[in-house]
């Protein structure tokens, strides 16, 4: 009897140490392959040129999430039953996921941003509003630096809700310029003055062509629409250098431009309410 039971204690250690040993292999050899996998995917985002914000996460991600299957695998190698386990992580995901509706709701958008490429760090865009040169692009918002060197931090959820309009997504862009002149002056002259300004300027492209055209017939003054091709960069700087050398050329060639007139008539009724 004493046998027996040696040999059922032998048998039942023999077969928990395969299991610790078997357990053991899988830790180590899942831990190494999840090492492998984070690498692995790194590499591959990296290659799509992806944000590195984003390619950080997910191969983090990626990672914890290798890691927690390979928990589960050698708790169930062990024996250990893991049903009510997954059932408490998912009870818990599931609480932790309404708590923070917001801040997931902020990563999906963030993932969206990334996947899609709206802009990309370093673009001059506009998001509600606000303009500014992208500083970075995090996994729950992204933050703009402003004109005036200001940083404005937007939730990516407010970011995809909104309508972007990226300034530089093209390579090149128009620049809208109006200029009042006076009706006195000659339309065709005005129109060889403006032009040449254009045509020495060293950053306005040669094609597409410049435009210049009488545009509206205002109150006051003729406006001429200016409409030079561009490099997306250099849309404020131009925008502040063609307005001043036009201003400067026109007072060279003595055109006047006016500024608003108002003619009053003034009705002598005196004489009417003493009579």
Known sequence: MFGVDQAAILNLVAGFA???LSALIILIVGLWLSKKLQKLI?????KSNLEPTFIHFVSNFSYYLFLVILVLLFLSQLGIETTSLIAILGTASLAVGLALQGSLANLAAGILLVIFRYFRVGDRIEVGGIMG??????ILSTTLCTPDNRLVTIPNKQVIDSNIVNHVGKPIRRLDLVVGIAYEEDTDHVIAVIRDVLNHHRDVLDDPPAVVVIGELADSSVNFYVRPWIKSEDY???ELELTEAIKRRLDQENITIPFPQRD??????VAGLNN
Do not use: G
């Not at 009053?264 to 009724?269: E, L």
């Open 18 to 20: 395969v299991k610790i």
């Open 42 to 46: 790194s590499r591959v985002l990296k």
């Open 133 to 138: 040169k992208v500083e970075s692009i995090q």
């Open 236 to 238: 404020l700087r131009l």
């Open 264 to 269: 009053i008539h003034v009705i002598n009724s």
